[in-house]
């Protein structure tokens, strides 16, 4: 099991930008899939971006606008939030999941490890 601590959430402006962080409690090899959601107010929770290996993928609402990536040492995490809007208030979360073959969705039961999550609101 992988601890996940997330930070860098915060209160911005329209148009403002984030940076969110997730420390992992260990390095995970190059076929975990690790990944952001997110969960606005009343909804569900929802896929942003996973990365695996080299390959990301992310959710057409933040294509465009957000960045995942990680360190070398696959011991962080991070989602670069630019242009953020009000409709990307959230709590988000970190998620790993180890998927050495097949693909990495973007689904929330498809991920085993999370973190507490950290709170992100735009105001307009």
């Known amino acids: 099991q992988v601890q996940l601590v997330e930070s860098g959430g915060g209160s911005v402006q329209a148009g403002g930008s984030l940076r969110l962080s997730c420390s992992k409690s260990?390095?995970?090899?190059?076929?975990?899939?690790s990944a952001w959601f997110r969960q606005p107010p009343g909804k569900e929770r929802e896929g942003v971006a996973n990365?695996?290996?080299?390959?990301?993928h992310y959710a057409d609402s933040v294509q465009g606008r957000f960045t995942i990536s990680q360190d070398s040492a696959r011991t962080r995490l991070y989602l670069q939030m630019d242009n953020l809007k009000p409709e990307d208030t959230a709590m988000y979360y970190c998620?790993?999941?180890?998927?050495?073959?097949?693909?990495?969705?973007?689904?929330?039961?498809?991920?085993?490890?999370w973190g507490q999550g950290t709170q992100v609101t735009v105001s307009s």
């Open positions: 998620a790993v999941a180890y998927r050495p073959w097949g693909t990495c969705p973007l689904t929330a039961g498809s991920f085993t490890d």
């Open positions: 990365i695996r290996r080299t390959d990301t």
């Open positions: 260990t390095s995970t090899t190059k076929d975990y899939c």
